[in-house]
T-cell receptor, first 116, second 111 residues
């Protein structure tokens, strides 16, 4: 499968614990996005990387959230001191710059976080 | 930032009928408007998109119209089939290569 892969698919944690999600984009895609989706809502933008550079970050994103893409390939999203309100599906997506200013976003299956 | 409103939140139609989903956006600088389909438990997938230099785009049974003056765009599905049942999200671009999504429309097509 050469699509976007995310790990883990499911994570249950206790409030206050740290969690980390990993995303492996489609290999030739240089753009990578993190979105969060809760039940009955559309994907909410979190952050955007072009290669290894984090170019955009949601103003609504708490300081407890941090994302990296150290070598311009895979990315990690870490949530520190988790809260129950962090429970959601965390979606990663990638796209190719060759598509011009706008290319199709290819989403992963998501990582579902449940904070108890 | 961009704000995208989507209506209706749910839509039930009979197989063969047409379905229309409408979205409005707030940022007049937006130029790209994709539509994504998300089946239950699956990832969102792009079904059609439109850029601001055209007013309409069609792909088989699916069409999208854009009115930049009024800042709204719509998805039209003709001859609906049960496999069209899913949640549909509209989106608009803002900032640097980012998308703001609407809250989604659950479409149910009954045989």
């Amino acid at each position: 499968d050469t699509g976007v892969s995310q790990d883990p698919r499911h994570k249950i944690t206790k409030r206050g614990q740290n969690v980390t999600f990993r995303c492996d984009p489609i290999s030739e895609h240089n753009r990578l996005y993190w979105y969060r989706q809760t039940l009955g809502q559309g994907p909410e933008f979190l952050t955007y990387f072009q290669n290894e550079a984090q170019l955009e970050k949601s103003r609504l994103l708490s300081d407890r959230f941090s994302a990296e893409r150290p070598k311009g390939s895979f990315s990690t999203l870490e949530i520190q001191r988790t809260e129950q309100g962090d429970s959601a599906m965390y979606l990663c997506a990638s796209s190719s710059e060759s598509g011009g200013a706008w290319g199709e976003l290819f989403f992963g299956e998501g990582s579902r976080l449940t904070v108890l | 930032g961009e704000n995208v409103e989507q209506h209706p939140s749910t839509l039930s139609v009979q197989e063969g009928d047409s379905a229309v989903i409408k979205c409005t956006y707030s940022d007049s600088a937006s130029n790209y408007f994709p539509w994504y389909k998300q089946e239950l438990g699956k990832r969102p997938q792009l079904i059609i998109d439109i850029r601001s230099n055209v007013g309409e785009k069609k792909d088989q049974r699916i069409a999208v119209t854009l009115n930049k003056t009024a800042k709204h765009f719509s998805l039209h599905i003709t001859e609906t089939q049960p496999e069209d049942s899913a949640v549909y999200f509209c989106a608009a671009d803002w900032g640097y290569s980012t998308l703001t999504f609407g809250k989604g429309t659950m479409l149910l097509v009954s045989p």
